[in-house]
C-alpha cells in the first residue's frame, strides 16, 4: 500500500493510516488524520462509538473510554509522525515510557476526539518523545508526554 498523503491539507484516510500502522482491529485507534507535517505534527480523529469492544465491559451501565485506550490513540497519531520520516529506520516503534499523563474529563460512545501530537525530540535514530493532547468538543480530556523506542 502507498504512503501517500491525500492533497486535502495533507491528511490522511484510514487506508492511509492502515498502510503506515501496524494496529489492526479492535486496536486500531485513529480513523483520520486531519493535519500533517511528517517530522513534525499530526492532528487525527478517533470516533468513539458504542459498538467498539472495550464498552462490553467498561462499564456496562456507564460506557467510559479507558485512559489507557486513550493514551494508545495519541502514542498512534505519534506513530504517524514517525512513520513518515525518511531519516530513520523502518521498523516497529513501541512504548518506552509516558510521563505526566492526565484524565481531565471522560470521553463516551458519541464524543469525537481530536489528537494533536507534536514531535519534541529524537535521539540517534531510535527513541523519541511527542507531546499529546486530546480535546472532545473543543475541551482538553487528556494530555501527556509519550516515549517510544525502535525495537531490534
Same mark, same amino acid.
Given at each position: 500500500m502507498? $504512503? $501517500?498523503?491525500?492533497?486535502?491539507?495533507?491528511?490522511?484516510?484510514?487506508?492511509?493510516?492502515?498502510?503506515?500502522?501496524?494496529?489492526?482491529?479492535?486496536f486500531a485507534?485513529?480513523?483520520?488524520?486531519?493535519?500533517?507535517i511528517p517530522g513534525?505534527?499530526?492532528v487525527a480523529l478517533k470516533n468513539i462509538t458504542i459498538n467498539e469492544p472495550q464498552f462490553q465491559g467498561h462499564?456496562?451501565?456507564r460506557p467510559l473510554m479507558p485512559g489507557v485506550l486513550i493514551v494508545e490513540s495519541m502514542a498512534q497519531v505519534g506513530g504517524i509522525i514517525v512513520t513518515q520520516m525518511p531519516d530513520l529506520p523502518k521498523g516497529l516503534?513501541?512504548?518506552?515510557?509516558?510521563?505526566?499523563?492526565?484524565?481531565?474529563?471522560?470521553?463516551?460512545?458519541?464524543?469525537?476526539?481530536?489528537i494533536t501530537c507534536e514531535l519534541l525530540s529524537i535521539k540517534r535514530?531510535?527513541?523519541?518523545?511527542?507531546k499529546g493532547e486530546a480535546y472532545v468538543d473543543g475541551n482538553l480530556v487528556c494530555a501527556g508526554e509519550l516515549m517510544f523506542s525502535l525495537v531490534d
Open positions: 502507498e $504512503k $501517500k498523503l491525500s492533497s486535502e491539507n495533507n491528511q490522511l484516510s484510514s487506508e492511509n493510516i492502515l498502510g503506515l500502522l501496524p494496529h489492526r482491529y479492535p485507534l485513529v480513523d483520520k488524520v486531519l493535519e500533517h513534525e505534527r499530526a462499564f456496562p451501565e516503534f513501541v512504548f518506552a515510557g509516558i510521563n505526566n499523563v492526565k484524565f481531565r474529563k471522560p470521553v463516551v460512545p458519541g464524543d469525537q476526539l481530536i535514530k531510535r527513541f523519541g518523545k511527542v
